[in-house]
């Protein structure tokens, strides 16, 4: 009988736990989305980019 309330106690728990962390990860990502400071760029055709590649030329 205790190892059954103990169960349900430790699931009750699990559940509150993850339900939290999930608002928080939430709240973060909706904290981010809306900041101003991280925008995406908007590429289009004729744009130039800079592209970088690494060459595998040993030089020493």
Known sequence: ???D???EA????YREVAA?????RRQARDRQAKSKAVQLQQFEIGNFVLVG???RQGNK
């Open 53 to 55: 590649q690494v060459s």
């Open 5 to 7: 309330e103990l169960h």
């Open 1 to 3: 009988k205790h190892m």
């Open 20 to 24: 939290t962390s999930a608002k928080k």
């Open 10 to 13: 430790m699931e009750q728990l």
